[in-house]
């Protein structure tokens, strides 16, 4: 089997490769970071920067693609228009690479989405595959328009569909937000969070990873779409505590009403980031284990621990 990889350098992306590199032929295009990790005798490595390139010297021969690059959440975003700076990457370069996969008769395509594509929180019911889209924001809504495009490319061709949404995927070395609680923990620095009693799913690196693997070559995985997650939810309180263990450090969290939480993040133009904290996020994964026979490979509060590991081995 031949497998071309997008975005082979990134955070998802390098671990892909590394899982795939010693088991099947894999070509990694980096289009951001450098890739000096990785064996070049495993990748044809081509420093691009956006996915608009004529991939035919890649594609050829190509069994499956997995599609990992694109443009990501950004905490301070340059562009005057966000939204059209990501559907450019997210949705034209994702239509790009497929027409082109497609023409060279690519068996498999698959495109790892975004949990976002179903909303920011979740209430009584979590998500699953047959939840209505609701992107809450411009990344998401770039992520929902790049799998309706998707499906359309591949209609009336013999190019299989795979849609992959995670929700938060994490690790010691994980970038956004989850890099900066890990700073704060480290730090010892108080949080407000101790009344703080949600549920979220999240999915471990090493999981997601297993997870693409798997739909690479399961016959069942074809023309699906899987929400998935660790299949364990935690709280925010839980989760400050796995990473703080995994640290040896002391979690500080001491209660605030979650109504001022609230209240405090809204006039400091937060709410983004006092969802991610505050409210509950669900995923129900039982489809992928259904119907793919999937089981995560590391447990949720082990992850978290090892993460917290990770992180103080290499800061």
């Not at 990790?37 to 991939?55: A, K, T, Y």
């Not at 779409?225 to 364990?232: A, M, P």
Request: proline share 6%; hydrophobic share 40%.
């Amino acid at each position: 089997m031949h497998v071309l990889v997008t975005g082979g350098s990134g955070f998802i992306g390098r671990s892909v490769v590394a899982r795939l590199k010693d088991e099947i032929q894999v070509t990694a295009p980096a289009l951001r970071l450098p890739t000096s990790d990785i064996s070049p005798s495993h990748l044809n490595d081509h420093h691009d920067n956006q996915l608009f390139r004529d991939w035919n010297d890649v594609m050829a021969g190509k069994d499956v693609v997995v599609h990992l690059a694109g443009r990501a959440h950004l905490m301070h975003d340059p562009a005057n228009d966000p939204l059209s700076a990501f559907r450019a990457i997210n949705v034209d370069g994702t239509i790009n690479l497929a027409r082109m996969a497609s023409q060279h008769a690519v068996k498999r395509f698959v495109l790892i989405s975004s949990i976002g594509v179903n909303g920011r929180k979740t209430d009584a019911t979590g998500f699953n595959e047959n939840t209505p889209p609701a992107p809450h924001a411009d990344y998401a809504l770039s992520k929902w328009e790049a799998e309706c495009e998707l499906w359309k490319i591949t209609k009336g061709t013999n190019m299989e569909v795979v849609i992959i949404r995670p929700p938060l995927v994490y690790a010691g070395n994980a970038p956004g937000n989850f890099h900066r609680l890990l700073q704060i923990i480290k730090a010892g620095i108080p949080l407000p969070l101790g009344s703080i009693n949600n549920q979220r799913s999240m999915i471990a690196l090493e999981n997601i990873v297993d997870f693409i693997f798997l739909c690479i070559h399961h016959p069942a995985a074809a023309n699906e779409l899987f929400v998935i997650s660790d299949g364990t939810d935690v709280s925010t309180p839980e989760i400050i505590r796995c990473l703080a263990k995994g640290m040896n450090r002391r979690s500080y969290l001491f209660p605030i009403p979650q109504s001022v939480l609230r209240t405090g993040a809204s006039i400091l133009g937060k709410s983004a980031l006092y969802s991610q904290l505050c409210d509950s996020l669900v995923v129900d994964s039982r489809k992928a284990r259904r119907l793919l026979g999937w089981k995560p490979t590391t447990p949720t509060d082990t992850a978290l621990v090892k993460a917290g590991h990770d992180y103080m081995a290499t800061t």
